[in-house]
């Protein structure tokens, strides 16, 4: 039970607009903290998507997006492709946990 | 470039150490200041952090798992290792490495190896 909390699974049909949300608290996004998000294709490793809330890598393309307010962040991936399949998880600190926290993970299914 | 990858054996018996090394390429671990940093994974499930060292040589592990853990750098080897000690079943994951960049915290994970199966079995 992770202290971010994300949506199990999201789906969308080919160059429709998606957005998963990562809810926190008070002890983490909600003190501050930066979100960071991460995009795992089957059978590979984590790969950099968003950093320090809104900045994408070089590289990564501008279809995604990421925002925070208050106690959630969301990231936001328009223009749908198949090569977007994955699973998407958000990152942040937590000041009661003392350490790093990822999000449960958010599967993403292209229709 | 740089590059990361991890070592170790993919099994382990109850109640011994784990323990794996991550050899990174492409550039110095002694330069820069990064958090050398270890995330394992579950099947099916989601990402741990289990710790960090950083350039400077500081530690700071998951507490969840302190008690057990250790990180410690070779900068004559250019690696970072990991143990993990009185592992169970529930230690079974896929084991990363990654380099963590940032001012503080949370940083973030820019560079990851392919990660590496370890199997807790007797």
């Known amino acids: 039970q992770s202290v971010l909390t994300q949506p199990p699974s999201v789906s969308g049909a080919p160059g429709q607009r998606v957005t998963i949300s990562c809810t926190g608290s008070s002890s983490n996004i909600g003190a501050g903290y930066d979100v960071h998000w991460y995009q795992q294709l089957p059978g590979t490793a984590p790969k950099l998507l968003i950093y320090v809330n809104t900045n994408r890598p070089s590289g990564v393309p501008d279809r995604f997006s990421g925002s925070k307010s208050g106690t959630s962040a969301s990231l936001a991936i328009t223009g749908l492709q198949a090569e977007d399949e994955a699973d998407y998880y958000c990152q942040s600190y937590d000041s009661s946990l003392s350490g790093l926290v990822f999000g449960g993970g958010t599967k993403l299914t292209v229709l | 470039q740089v590059q990361l990858q991890e070592s170790g054996p993919g099994l382990v018996k109850p109640s011994q150490t784990l323990s794996l090394t991550c050899t990174v390429s492409g550039g110095s671990i002694s330069s820069g200041s990064y958090y050398w940093s270890w995330i394992r994974q579950p099947a099916g499930k989601g990402l741990e952090w289990i710790g960090r060292?950083?350039?400077?040589?500081?530690?700071n592990y998951n507490p969840s798992l302190k008690s057990r853990v250790s990180v410690s750098v070779d900068t004559s080897k250019n690696q970072f290792s990991l143990k993990l000690s009185s592992v169970t079943a529930a230690d079974t994951a896929v084991y990363y490495c990654?380099?963590?960049?940032?001012?503080?915290?949370?940083?973030?994970?820019?560079?990851w190896g392919q990660g590496t199966l370890v199997t807790v079995s007797s």
């Open positions: 990654a380099r963590g960049e940032g001012s503080g915290w949370p940083y973030y994970f820019d560079y």
């Open positions: 060292i950083y350039t400077s040589g500081s530690t």
